[in-house]
Nanobody
Framework: VQLQAFGGGLVQPGGSLSLSCKAS????????SSWYRQAPGKQRELVAE???????NYADSVKGRLTISRDNPMTTTYLQMNSLNAEDTAVYYC?????????WGQGTLVTVSS
């Protein structure tokens, strides 16, 4: 499975941004999809995940502001980000898991700054 992320960029505090992650290859085995992020000097952290059954989970710091979703073939995962603040500045990585392993996208930079 290959993953390609889109949508990063510069946004002002309080603004919105939408990320997408398109999977290609043997996508029929994809189960769960997630977004992680890594801020400068910090460890990579889970931001949001969506299971094969559609259950979503979020980090406490983003609840109510970020929304993860996925299209029906489960080939594209989205992350809608609202009310962004400086603490959301990070490289965002998409991740998918199959029955045997996980895959990572290349990362897309989100910078929240005035």
């Amino acid at each position: 499975v290959q993953l390609q992320a889109f949508g990063g960029g510069l946004v002002q505090p309080g603004g919105s941004l939408s990320l997408s992650c398109k999977a290609s290859g043997n996508t029929f085995n994809i189960r769960d999809s997630s977004w992680y992020r890594q801020a400068p000097g910090k460890q990579r952290e889970l931001v949001a995940e969506i299971t094969s059954g559609g259950t979503t989970n979020y980090a406490d710091s983003v609840k109510g502001r970020l929304t993860i979703s996925r299209d029906n073939p489960m080939t594209t995962t989205y992350l809608q980000m609202n009310s962004l603040n400086a603490e959301d500045t990070a490289v965002y990585y998409c991740n998918v898991r199959t029955w045997v392993r996980e895959y990572w996208g290349q990362g897309t930079l989100v910078t929240v700054s005035s």
